[in-house]
């Protein structure tokens, strides 16, 4: 397969995403979801010589897509260590950070990487191809327990139970090794009507799993809540309610939790004031041209 930035990933809500950001020239900002690069191509085209732009991707297939730019530092890591690369360039403090939290369309099209049910492929679904645990792993090592658990909080399938005691019952006569013996085991759980969606929420689970997303994403929001100057823009494209809950919960409460803290007086603290309380999506225009767009959700906060 030939990668390339245009095949990598099409950036959504490119424009609304990047004006947001409200980029002064000479600021220092983040994507720390870099990809087919087209996101931090258009914050590149608004800063001036002195303004600087870190990007991370812990895809090694990203660096295929990397600038060429005096201003444009790439970091090859999770972004949930934002705050350590940061202190390691010597960036006390700054002015944006944008999130396209969706998965690369490369990575869905990836006959390989086990994304997608649409391929028969080995259960893998690392983001980082150097890291250990892969969603074969879970499947077939994991109690039953915990796989109900997994499904549950992180798919959102109410047959969580039924699906991880019919996994177990199934491994324990052979391994189960791909997307299709995982749709194999699985198939008479996933409603006819619902089949579709439902093994995209069970696939959804286990990618999770696999790369940590959700600790992932509370620590990067963290890191960027102590990293953002007074009057910085976070803006943060979501694709389920599970990660819009926690952009939603800090952005509102400066938490993941969503808790509210009041001052003395009984004022709300938050270190954040609200850009756009309603979330913006994707134009009907986007949506057509870009499918994958239809379920992103743009929430965009300032530093007080």
């Known amino acids: 397969m030939i990668i390339t930035a245009e095949t990598y990933h099409v950036p959504v809500l490119l424009k609304e995403s990047i004006d947001s950001l409200n980029i002064k020239p000479d600021g220092i900002y983040v994507d720390v979801t ?3 690069g087209g996101h931090s191509r258009e914050i590149l085209s ?3 010589p002195e303004g600087h732009l870190y990007s991370f991707d812990q895809d090694a297939d990203a660096e295929k897509n990397i600038v060429d730019d005096k201003r444009f530092t790439f970091v090859r890591s999770n972004f949930r260590y934002l705050k350590n690369w940061m202190r390691y360039y010597g960036v006390e403090q700054i002015d944006g950070l944008l999130a396209d939290l969706g998965v690369s369309s490369h990575h869905f099209d990836d006959e390989t990487r086990g994304f997608s049910f649409r391929f028969d492929a080995p259960l893998d679904m690392r983001m980082n191809k150097r890291a250990t645990l892969t969603a074969a792993d879970i499947v077939n090592d994991y109690t039953e327990e915990q796989l109900a658990d997994i499904f549950y909080l992180y798919g959102e399938l109410k047959s969580a139970r039924k699906i991880a ?5 199934a491994r324990a006569g052979k391994r189960i090794v791909t997307t299709q013996d995982l749709l194999d085991v699985t198939a008479k759980l996933l409603g006819r009507e619902r089949e579709k969606k439902d093994a995209a929420k069970l696939f959804q689970a286990l990618r999770i799993e696999v790369n940590h997303e959700m600790e992932a994403l509370k620590e990067m929001l963290n890191g960027a809540t102590e990293l953002l100057g007074v009057g910085g823009r976070l803006s943060v494209i979501t694709y389920h309610s ?7 919960n800090v952005m509102r ?6 808790k509210m803290k009041q001052d003395f007086f009984g004022r709300t603290e938050s270190p954040f004031s609200l850009v756009n309380n309603k979330v913006i999506v994707p134009s009907d225009d986007e949506q057509e ?8 959700k743009l929430r965009i906060a300032e530093k007080k």
């Open 253 to 258: 409460a400066g938490n993941a939790e969503g």
């Open 34 to 36: 870099f990809g087919g």
């Open 289 to 296: 041209r870009n499918p994958r767009s239809r379920s992103a």
């Open 46 to 48: 608004r800063l001036s």
């Open 165 to 169: 005691a019919t996994l177990v019952k």
């Open 242 to 248: 599970l990660e819009d809950r926690i952009v939603k």
